[in-house]
């Protein structure tokens, strides 16, 4: 089951009448039912109304509850009557196994309710969002692409993890290429210096990791280059399909560039790091792009699950 907070959209719609029509995922739409387009058939869908439904009491004790004293009942029941924040609260409270938001709402309004609400999985600092880019038979996985402007070496750590069990959840063996401007200590910029210490790290504390850098993305991407110029890396041998950049701007520029030049398929940003899915939709997003949001969704509500069950 899979939240739909913003019914007014027609693009949402017609995804979640082919999501039922599919049988990939049953929608549930935020919103009145009476205030969809008399052209769409949306009568095997189930929509929920913050304004009229039978559990908004337990909803706003369960949110005061949640909050911890941070926000009192008069502010749930206010807060409760927002989409996105009532569509959070579904895939709390266990009534949805995931959340798929942002075709008319910015990255912030959709990611808020979730680290309230929702929280970071043990063990994670932070969420991030990760793209999945599709060329030909080419994957790869960008990250971080949407959330963090300038990750610490920490952080950026943390994101190179995560994005590698992103890898494995799509059935791809993870080889991590930290990006940069420079090759192997070339520069000692203070961005040059953060990436070796985050690869240090991982080195450090997850030697079964495949990663290396920092590296310039041609070298990264082209085995020949590499091997000649670099034969010391650990990327060596090896096909790169996770590219983790230094900052949001270059991270977010270099995969809409990449669609637009090179007509690679992106999917996302696929947000990492939550206990539970929610996900954000490009503005401008397709319907395509919708039903592939919310297919992933089920994907990494799946794999949470199976990760809890260990």
């Known amino acids: 089951k899979i939240v739909f907070p913003e019914s007014n959209d027609e693009r949402i719609i017609e995804a979640a009448i082919r999501l039922e029509n599919e049988g990939l995922v049953k929608p549930i739409l935020i919103g009145n039912k009476k205030n969809i387009p008399a052209k769409y058939d949306v009568s095997d869908c189930v929509f929920m109304d913050p304004y009229n439904n039978d559990i908004f009491e337990d909803m706003v004790a369960s949110f005061v509850e949640r909050r911890k004293g941070k926000n009192t009942e008069e502010q749930a029941r206010k807060m409760l009557l927002d989409e996105n924040y009532f569509g959070t609260m579904l895939v709390y409270m266990g009534m949805a196994d995931g959340l798929v938001s942002g075709a008319c709402h910015s990255t912030g309004e959709t990611v808020r309710p979730a680290l309230q609400i929702i929280k970071t999985k043990p063990g994670v ?7 999945l880019m599709v060329r030909d038979k080419d994957k790869f996985i960008f990250g971080d692409c949407a959330i963090n402007p300038n990750p610490n070496a920490q952080e950026l750590a943390e994101i190179a993890i995560e994005s590698a069990k992103a890898a494995e959840m799509f059935g791809m ?6 990006l940069g401007f420079s090759n192997f200590g070339s520069s000692n910029t203070e ?3 953060k990436i070796r210490e985050a690869i240090s790290y991982i080195h450090r504390n997850f030697p079964n990791v495949v990663v290396d850098g920092e590296i310039q993305a041609d070298f990264a991407l082209n085995p020949e280059m590499l091997a000649k110029e670099f034969p010391f890396s650990k990327l060596n041998g090896k096909k790169v399909n996770v590219l983790i950049f ?3 701007e270059s991270a977010n520029m270099t995969y809409k560039l990449l669609k637009q030049v090179n007509k690679a398929e ?3 940003p696929i947000i990492l790091g939550l206990s539970k899915p929610a996900h954000i939709l490009q ?3 397709s ?5 592939n949001m919310a297919a ?11 990760r809890n069950n260990k």
């Open 287 to 291: 319907v395509d792009e919708m039903v």
């Open 246 to 248: 230094p900052n949001l």
């Open 191 to 193: 961005t040059s210096k």
């Open 173 to 178: 063996k993870p080889n991590i290429a930290m």
């Open 283 to 285: 503005l401008g997003a």
């Open 296 to 306: 992933l969704a089920v994907v990494d509500a799946q794999e949470k699950e199976k």
């Open 266 to 268: 992106s999917i996302g």
């Open 125 to 131: 600092a932070r969420t991030f969002g990760y793209f």
